[in-house]
């Protein structure tokens, strides 16, 4: 075996021309540990984030970005019980942020935050599912969403409301999901959305059309300024969960506990790896290979080189989906 690697390391912030392929050592591995060959990795933004240099303390450079892969075991460390040559996925456990991450050829993670599969799946539907399928189950984890009950995803052209839409579809779930642009009702319905509907003034007044009796639950991806509103739309003992802020508001500035509806429920999800067992991974996966579930990827992009691609179009907030790199 080599020495060395193909991989875009970083030791300071870039634009997108900045993304360029060098030559780093192999990493070993130790006690606990598990080196994975690299097939894929989604193109998430928190590495556009980190890319502008723009990250919270728990980033620094030199840095491998990429919080999420699937590939093979490569090598295991001692105390492992994996076997080289599986299928796994992996994501987070400071992935890409506070350790290297998968923009290479190998990469290095601890045993807990690999999840092994066995799918007939292409790499490019795989390498789209370790970080938006682990929000994804890990937030309807949190509202305990069941069939037939209804479920708002506000926010629902994120690759994570996309992905939370078809996983209540296929559960069984009513699911309304917004989006701020009217273009966007194929993507969101194809997915699975029973309504697809405009986030504007009218939204609360829509969503109560819908349920009249309130929403069993609702996923907040949009703001926590938000929260009032969508906390306003759900029954008695049903659930929020915030999860995400694509408008970069994280907080709401003089928040009352007593602005929280009586009787409903205000959770959040921030999610790990082990949020997402094997076993739903795999039904996750039986049920993308039957048609019942449907993945949304914009774009896929062949080897290091494409990654700038990909970057690029990220940032252009085009179609939604997600953007995934391929190296297999």
Same mark, same amino acid.
């Given at each position: 075996?080599?020495?060395?690697?193909?991989?875009?390391?970083?030791?300071?912030?870039?634009?997108?021309?900045?993304?360029?392929?060098?030559?780093?050592?192999?990493?070993?591995?130790?006690?606990?540990?598990?080196? !994975?060959?690299?097939?894929?990795?989604?193109?998430?933004?928190?590495?556009?984030?980190?890319?502008?240099?723009?990250?919270?303390?728990? @980033?620094?450079?030199?840095? !491998?970005?990429?919080?999420?892969?699937?590939?093979?075991?490569?090598?295991?460390?001692?105390?492992?019980?994996?076997?080289?040559?599986?299928?796994?996925?992996?994501?987070?456990?400071?992935?890409?942020?506070?350790?290297?991450?998968?923009?290479?050829?190998?990469?290095?993670?601890?045993?807990?935050?690999?999840?092994?599969?066995?799918?007939?799946?292409?790499?490019?539907?795989?390498?789209?599912?370790?970080?938006?399928?682990?929000?994804?189950?890990?937030?309807?984890?949190?509202?305990?969403?069941?069939?037939?009950?209804?479920?708002? !995803?506000?926010?629902?052209?994120?690759?994570?409301?996309?992905?939370?839409?078809?996983?209540?579809?296929?559960?069984?779930?009513?699911?309304?999901?917004?989006?701020?642009?009217?273009?966007?009702?194929?993507?969101?319905?194809?997915?699975?959305?029973?309504?697809?509907?405009?986030?504007?003034?009218?939204?609360?007044?829509?969503?109560?059309?819908?349920?009249?009796?309130?929403?069993?639950?609702?996923?907040?991806?949009?703001?926590?300024?938000?929260?009032?509103?969508t906390l306003a739309l759900v029954r008695p003992a049903g659930?929020?969960?915030?999860?995400?802020?694509?408008?970069?508001?994280?907080?709401?500035?003089?928040?009352?506990?007593?602005?929280?509806?009586?009787?409903?429920?205000?959770?959040?999800?921030?999610?790990?790896?082990?949020?997402?067992?094997?076993?739903? @991974?795999?039904?996750?996966?039986?049920?993308?290979?039957?048609?019942?579930?449907?993945?949304?990827?914009?774009?896929?992009?062949?080897? @290091?080189?494409?990654?700038?691609?990909?970057?690029?179009?990220?940032?252009?907030?085009?179609?939604?989906?997600?953007?995934?790199?391929?190296?297999?």
């Amino acid at each position: 075996m080599p020495d060395t690697m193909r991989a875009i390391r970083l030791t300071g912030p870039v634009d997108v021309d900045g993304l360029t392929i060098s030559e780093v050592p192999i990493p070993g591995v130790r006690p606990g540990q598990v080196r !994975i060959r690299v097939t894929a990795f989604g193109i998430n933004e928190s590495e556009k984030t980190s890319r502008e240099g723009k990250s919270d303390a728990d @980033f620094a450079f030199p840095r !491998i970005l990429g919080i999420e892969a699937v590939g093979v075991i490569d090598a295991v460390g001692e105390g492992v019980d994996l076997e080289p040559g599986s299928k796994v996925a992996t994501m987070m456990g400071g992935l890409g942020r506070s350790i290297d991450g998968s923009y290479a050829e190998y990469t290095v993670v601890d045993a807990a935050n690999v999840i092994p599969f066995e799918t007939s799946l292409p790499w490019d539907i795989v390498g789209a599912l370790p970080e938006m399928m682990q929000t994804a189950h890990g937030a309807l984890t949190a509202v305990q969403l069941q069939p037939g009950q209804s479920i708002l !995803i506000h926010g629902g052209t994120s690759t994570v409301g996309l992905t939370a839409t078809a996983i209540a579809h296929n559960l069984g779930a009513t699911v309304i999901a917004t989006t701020r642009n009217p273009a966007h009702f194929d993507v969101i319905t194809h997915a699975g959305a029973d309504h697809a509907i405009l986030d504007n003034a009218a939204l609360p007044d829509t969503v109560r059309g819908l349920a009249p009796a309130g929403l069993d639950a609702a996923l907040e991806f949009v703001s926590a300024a938000a929260l009032p509103a969508t906390l306003a739309l759900v029954r008695p003992a049903g659930t929020v969960c915030f999860v995400g802020a694509l408008t970069g508001q994280w907080t709401i500035p003089d928040f009352s506990p007593f602005s929280i509806p009586s009787g409903v429920r205000l959770t959040s999800y921030a999610g790990a790896a082990r949020d997402l067992p094997a076993a739903a @991974f795999d039904s996750y996966l039986k049920a993308i290979e039957a048609g019942n579930l449907h993945v949304t990827i914009a774009g896929t992009y062949q080897g @290091f080189d494409g990654v700038a691609a990909a970057h690029r179009a990220l940032a252009s907030g085009g179609r939604p989906g997600k953007h995934v790199v391929v190296l297999a």
